[in-house]
């Protein structure tokens, strides 16, 4: 097996569970309320500014100039996609400048960073596994609901968030980051790809604790 299939196999029943979450399913039908999307809105955006920081840390780390290159690149699409997407987004959902600027980060998203943070000054590989596991799961997850909910999605306030993390772009990003991890973890031992699986699967426990820690505000 492919390491991919192998974190895959590891993590499939906490994206399944990711994937009932009451957050999402409340999201795909239309009746999450507003703001309960928006604390996530803005909790989202606090992990991403760090997401990107960890990404441009592990650039001038990376031992491999074309993982240097992705990295950079990768760091560059999320600073991208919160300036054109993320932020207008938050404006829609009247957070202001202000109310991001008092706004602090929940236990669970702090916990979560703090832990790729340093996972990823571990080494690369670590990193990439721990990084990854975040973007491929939303891509798991709204493929999940999408095919469950359909047309009730189609209704749905918030089947943009369904239809970002569906695309064919977000597919094809993940796919080069798979790529990539699998590139830099060639040869490794199997103690070293448990050590990645131990790695992936505490990354989805927090991403689960991450939602749940929006619908109960903590």
């Known amino acids: 097996m492919k390491l991919s299939e192998i974190l895959f196999e590891s993590v499939r029943e ?3 569970e990711a994937a009932m979450n009451p957050f999402v399913t409340a999201m795909a ?32 780390q990376a ?12 760091a560059q ?6 300036d054109t997407v993320h932020v207008p987004n938050m404006a829609k959902l009247n957070i202001t400048a202000k109310d991001i600027q008092a706004g602090q980060k929940t236990p669970a998203c702090t916990e979560y960073l703090q ?13 990439l596994a721990a990084l990854l596991q975040c973007s491929w799961s939303y891509a ?5 609901v999408t095919e469950r909910y359909c047309s009730r999605l189609e209704c749905s306030p918030y089947s943009d968030w ?25 040869g490794i031992s199997s ?9 992936f699967e505490r990354c989805a426990r927090y991403e689960n604790a991450f939602w749940e820690c929006i619908l109960t505000s903590e």
């Not at 031992?63 to 990768?74: G, R, S």
């Not at 832990?115 to 990193?127: I, P, S």
């Not at 094809?172 to 973890?185: H, P, S, T």
């Open 14 to 16: 906490l994206w399944n």
């Open 29 to 60: 039908d239309g009746s999450l309320d507003s703001e309960l999307f928006k604390a996530y809105m803005l909790q989202d955006y606090y992990y991403l500014l760090e997401y990107a920081d960890i990404l441009e840390q592990m650039q001038g």
């Open 63 to 74: 031992a491999h100039t074309e993982t240097a290159q992705f990295l950079k690149k990768a």
């Open 77 to 82: 699409a999320t600073r991208y996609e919160m």
């Open 115 to 127: 832990y790729l943070k340093e996972t990823a000054q571990e080494g690369t590989v670590q990193g």
């Open 140 to 144: 798991y997850i709204a493929q999940s």
């Open 162 to 186: 369904f239809r970002a993390y569906t695309s064919e772009e977000y597919s094809e990003a993940n796919a080069e980051w798979i790529a990539v991890l699998e590139r830099e973890a060639r």
């Open 191 to 199: 103690d070293e790809t448990k050590q990645l699986c131990r790695i």
